[in-house]
């Protein structure tokens, strides 16, 4: 529940000019509370990219990669049946 807060905040905030510290601060507070390595945000409007951030690790590994925007995640086969109801509708 809180994960939708914070994403309809980004999308608020980012719409009126208002990203940085603020929602910055929000999403990573989110990432520690939950534990999770690291995350990535995009928020468009019309069409246009208007906010993107990563926060935490992409890899922990001795190399430790930090999160970027572009980063990709590998999500196994938790995509299948994404495809499937695609394919389906």
């Given amino acids: 529940m809180k994960l939708q807060l914070i994403l309809a905040l980004a999308t608020l905030a980012t719409a009126y000019g208002q990203t940085g510290t603020a929602l910055d601060a929000n999403l990573e507070e989110y990432r520690e509370k939950y534990k999770l390595p690291g995350i990535a945000v995009a928020v468009m409007r019309d069409g246009e990219l208007i906010y993107d951030r990563g926060f935490g690790l ?17 999500i196994a086969s938790v995509s299948k049946p994404f495809t499937a109801v695609t394919l389906l509708t």
């Fill in 58 to 74: 992409a890899r922990r590994t001795p190399e430790e990669v930090m999160v970027k925007p572009e980063t990709l995640f590998r």
